[in-house]
Each structure stands twice: as C-alpha cells, then as structure tokens.
C-alpha cells in the first residue's frame, strides 16, 4: 500500500516536472543543425553571408569600442531626441539626408525627378515625406563618436529587411512575442498598441518605429545600448544618443547634380561589397560565446513557404515556447554583462570558421563541379589528407577521420554553454567534410575493376551532396571581379531573383525596367541595382 502510494506520487512528480520542463538548448539539436549554427557564426557583422542567409535565427552581444565612428542622416541639425538609427557606413546614411538639386535640374511637374528626397530606404514615420514638398528639405549629415565601448543586441542576418519573408522574425516574434493574429495584422496594415488596441497607420515600413520602441524597452532592461541589424550595410538602433556618443559635425547637405547622384548608385554598391567579409578595423566585436539561436532548440522551425524551404522561419514556435527561448536569453546576457567590456571575447570562433573555410571551400567545390579526371581528383585529395594519415597505413579508417576533424578544434576550450554547443556544431561539420574525403579517397584510390568514368560520377556525387550540405555562402562568390565591377547578391531593398541565385559581376549600367525586384516587400518605388534611384 504505501509502496504504491510512494509509486503514485513519485510518477506524479515526474509527469509535473515533464510538464513544466523548461525548454533548454539540446546538444543533439545543435549538432543536427550543425552546418546552419557554423553559417551564423561565419556569417556574423558579414554583409555577403548575411545577405544570402538572410533569415537569422540568432542573437550575440557586441561591443562598439571607443572612438569608433558613426554615421546618422536625418532632416534636422538637431541630434535625435528618440531611438534612432546609426549606420557603419557614411553612404548608407547619406541615404537619409538628402542632398538639394540645382535649380535647373527640377521638374516641377514630376515628384520623382531628380529633386528632392533620394531616401531609398525608409526608415521612420518622420522620413514619410509627401512627394512634392521635397524640394525645401534639406539633410544634414551627422557624425558621432562612441566614448566609451557599448554593448548591443546583434539580431544576425538581414535583420534591418522590412520584409514578410521571415528577416524580421527573431525581432517579432522572440523578442516581441508577437501572436500570428499581431503579425497577420502587421501584414495587413492593422498595428496592434502596447495596449492591446489597434491602429491603422504604420509607424514606417512594418511599423519599424514601433518596433525600435519595443526593441528599446528590453535593451533598457537588459542594461544594453540597442540592437545592430543589417540591411544594404550594417546599423544601429540606437537607444539614446546622448549616451556614449559625441557629435563631431552636423552639417547640412550640398547640392547634388543629377550626374552625380547617377554615380553614387555605383558608389553605393561598391562600398557595400568592400563589407562582405566583415565591418573592418575592429568597429564591433562580437561575443560568440554569447551565442542565442533558434537553432540551438528544439523548436520547429519549417518555412511554410514550401518555395523556400532553405531558409528558416520562427512562425510555428507557440508563445511559451517563444517566451522561454527570451527568458534563456535574458540569462545570458545577465552572465555574459558580468565580464568587463575588454575581456568579452572568449573564443573567436569566426576565425576557427574561416580557417576551416578558407581551407576547403575553393577545393570542395572545384572537385564537385570542375574536375574531369580521376587523377587529380585523388591529389587534390591527398594533398587535403595526408598530414592525417599514418605512413605505415596499419590504421583503422576511423582514427585518421577522427584526427582531420579534431584538427581546427584543438586551439578552443569552450567556456559557456554556447561555446559547448558551438563546439558540437562545428564538430558536425568537420566531421562531414573528414568523413567524406575519405572515402573519396578509398574510391579513388585505384581500383581498376571499377571504369575511370563511374569512380568519378560516384566520387563528385558525394562531394557536391557535402557541398550541398554545409550550403558555404562563399560556394555563391562570384570570382574575383574585374575593376569598376562588383559582385552583386540582393540587400534589402535592392536586387533581383537572379542576384540571389547567379551573383554575378556587374558595373551596375544594366536595363533593369524587366527585372523582378527579390524582397517581397520594399518601399514603393523602390528599387533595382542601376536604376537612378
Ligand atoms: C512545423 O511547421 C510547419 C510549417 O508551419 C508545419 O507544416 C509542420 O507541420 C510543423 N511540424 C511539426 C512537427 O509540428
């Protein structure tokens, strides 16, 4: 009797703490997703992989260092007395300052001619400037200085994209908790309040003003400056301005012939590619054992898009889901904002990532795609392998494979669960990568029962299915582009279906009036690589 008492009891409390389990991050998820996690950590404050991985699951602290410049484009001389947004990059915020045309220069019968606001990217209700009045407005370009590091929120991918696609879906739905009935309605243009009314009128693109307000109130609670996005160049919400910057120059916007503004379409592409692999000169540094993904859960994270099953999406995971992934997050900034500003780099993972990348992206894919002949095949191979193998080949297949997939991960020792988590991802996937050459190699190395032509199909086969599989953004790079072009991918607002799929070089001179913009949403009017925007 009082053994089935203790037994009813004991099953109770079983059944309760399965029931309020909370929702954790799972080593076995990580390394199921192992090539998306070593893709976010490669891609991070990257404007190449960020913009062909453009859905980001993932969140990391970063700081802005001292002394770091930065870049606000507005219609007043007067800095920002609200969250607002700072770009990394002069051009980007030039967007948002618009230069006066010279008297002879404007039509006054077309709104779209060269006077006026040449924003191309819309960012707050206060930008929403009814054509027609524009050719009064004049911009003034703003530059400020950190004075001390501040540390950010990074939301990963192209987090800054006004899109429906899933870009904004970390920011909405896990920060946010947005509902899928709040999010339908963001769609369809009914906001709902902080009170749980609703409005019509947006606050700019997708309610982007509400959104930093939103995104703000938790930086304050979390002790952080604001979140760093990424759209057509990397920004800042920031939340107070009057908070570790300094105003260098505020000054107003010269007049801008038509010519040049043609030229600054070019201008403006170029720049952008010159951060593709990263923002340079040590202008963020991120903190990868801070690491938050969606990918470290066992959540569901299925694009119903059935189009585009490559990217995911947060749509399916439930609010209390949702809210233990916050709270998770929460605790982790708390830790990670214990350790001073100087010592927030534990372990620089992007740069095991590239170690790793820069040693077989190139050869993986001219194997796969590029090689006609069994022969150079296996040295190529070789050339990958042999320091792994033992000379006097008495070994088991395994121990070379475990020693080429150990070989990038001895130089870490991970600290924080993100680091354990990070270190099994990328576990995954070197040893995909070790396991496959292998045994290429043992199909490659001569058998001549077997025909030239069959061991090659086989052995291309198993290679394009790993490159399929670690889905490399650097497989996309176009190569290298002559001078006077760029290599172009889609970056909100801008590009078109085929950038996304063919990156290809380009001057950027191209009749674009045919061409299908790739966003599926964007400011009205806007906007192709080349058009005279
Ligand atoms: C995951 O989400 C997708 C898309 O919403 C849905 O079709 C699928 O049924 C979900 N899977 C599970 C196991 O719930």
Redesign the pocket.
């Known amino acids: 009797m009082l053994l089935s008492v203790l037994l009813i009891a004991h099953l109770a409390v079983l059944a309760l703490a399965c029931f309020f389990r909370e929702l954790s991050p799972s080593p076995r998820v990580a390394e199921q997703r192992g090539p998306e996690i070593f893709n976010a950590i490669h891609n991070a404050m990257r404007q190449w992989g960020s913009s062909l991985h453009h859905n980001g699951m993932s969140f990391f602290l970063v700081t802005i260092p001292e002394d770091v410049m930065l870049y606000h484009g507005n219609k007043s001389p007067q800095t920002p007395l609200c969250p607002d947004w700072l770009a990394f990059e002069i051009e980007h915020a030039e967007n948002f300052a618009p230069s006066p045309s010279p008297p002879h220069d404007r039509d006054p019968h077309s709104d779209t001619a060269a006077g006026g606001s040449q924003n191309i990217m819309v960012q707050d209700g206060d930008h929403a400037v009814p054509s027609g009045q524009e050719d009064e407005v004049r911009g003034y370009l703003h530059v400020y200085k950190t004075t001390r590091p501040l540390r950010f929120l990074y939301a990963d991918g192209m987090s800054g994209a006004k899109t429906s696609m899933g870009t904004l879906d970390t920011q909405d739905f896990l920060l946010r908790g947005m509902t899928i009935p709040e999010y339908e309605g963001l769609l369809d243009g009914e906001l709902p309040n902080p009170d749980g009314s609703f409005r019509q009128q947006p606050s700019g693109p997708l309610d982007e003003s509400q959104r930093a307000t939103d995104l703000c109130a938790l930086c304050k609670e979390w002790g952080l400056q604001g979140v760093i996005r990424m759209e057509a160049g990397f920004e800042i919400i920031k939340c107070d301005f009057s908070e570790g910057l300094e105003e260098v120059q505020a000054l107003s916007r010269p007049v801008q012939h038509m010519n040049d503004r043609v030229a600054r379409n070019f201008e403006f592409m170029r720049g952008l590619s010159e951060r593709y692999d990263g923002i340079g000169s040590s202008r963020a540094i991120v903190d990868f054992s801070s690491m938050v993904s969606a990918l470290f859960f066992p959540v569901?994270l299925?694009?119903?898009d059935d189009r585009r099953p490559d990217l995911p999406?947060i749509?399916?995971i439930g609010q209390s889901q949702l809210a233990q992934i916050r709270h998770y997050l929460t605790w982790m900034i708390e830790e990670r904002l214990k350790i001073p500003c100087s010592r927030t780099r534990t372990i620089d993972w992007q740069g095991v990532s590239d170690l790793i990348v820069s040693r077989y992206a190139d050869r993986l894919l001219v194997l796969a795609e590029n090689t006609d002949s069994v022969e150079v095949l296996s040295t190529v191979i070789n050339f990958l392998l042999d320091m792994f193998v033992d000379g006097s080949g008495v070994e088991d297949q395994e121990i070379p494979v475990a020693r080429c997939a150990d070989h990038y991960l001895r130089s870490v020792r991970p600290v924080t669960e993100a680091d354990e988590l990070i270190y099994r991802a990328f576990k995954v996937v070197t040893h995909g990568i070790c396991s496959t050459l292998f045994r290429v190699r043992s199909m490659v190395s001569a058998n001549p029962s077997i025909p030239a032509a069959q061991t090659l199909a086989s052995a291309r086969g198993e290679l394009a299915e790993l490159v399929r599989i670690l889905n490399w953004a650097r497989f996309r790079r176009c190569p290298t582009c002559a001078m006077g072009e760029v290599c172009l991918i889609p970056m909100w607002p801008m590009g078109s279906t085929e950038d996304y799929y063919h990156p290809k070089c380009t001057t950027g001179a191209r009749n674009t009036a045919d061409v299908e913009n790739y966003w599926d949403m964007r400011p009205e009017g806007c906007c192709y690589w080349g058009q005279d925007f």
């Open positions: 569901n299925t694009n119903p999406r749509i399916s």
